[in-house]
């Protein structure tokens, strides 16, 4: 089956509109894993992977949604930067050095 990006744009869009549910979001992922899709590129294979599983990917939320939309049209990927939560230390950490303030680690389960 051919699918194209523009196609899991649009698909992006309608979760992003609550037009479709996470379960739905997964079960079209999945129907298309299982088709014939040698004609696809990285990003589209990337993408239904990940919507087919996020227990093992990243959680399906509004959030993560505009990311893979974002990497669906520039192919620019900052989903695993944005899900470490680790990632963001070393940005606090300039931003406290530039103004002179201490910086201070937060709890990531209330932070």
Known sequence: M???RQDLIQICDKFLQDEISKQ???DY???LITTDHEDWDHVIDDTLFEWDSDEMNFPINKINMKLWKDRLISGIDKLSEYNNWNSHIDKQKE???KYNSKW???NKFYG
């Open 2 to 4: 051919q699918v194209t």
């Open 24 to 26: 739905e979001l997964q």
């Open 29 to 31: 992922a999945s129907a």
């Open 95 to 97: 931003i406290c050095q």
């Open 104 to 106: 201070t680690p937060i």
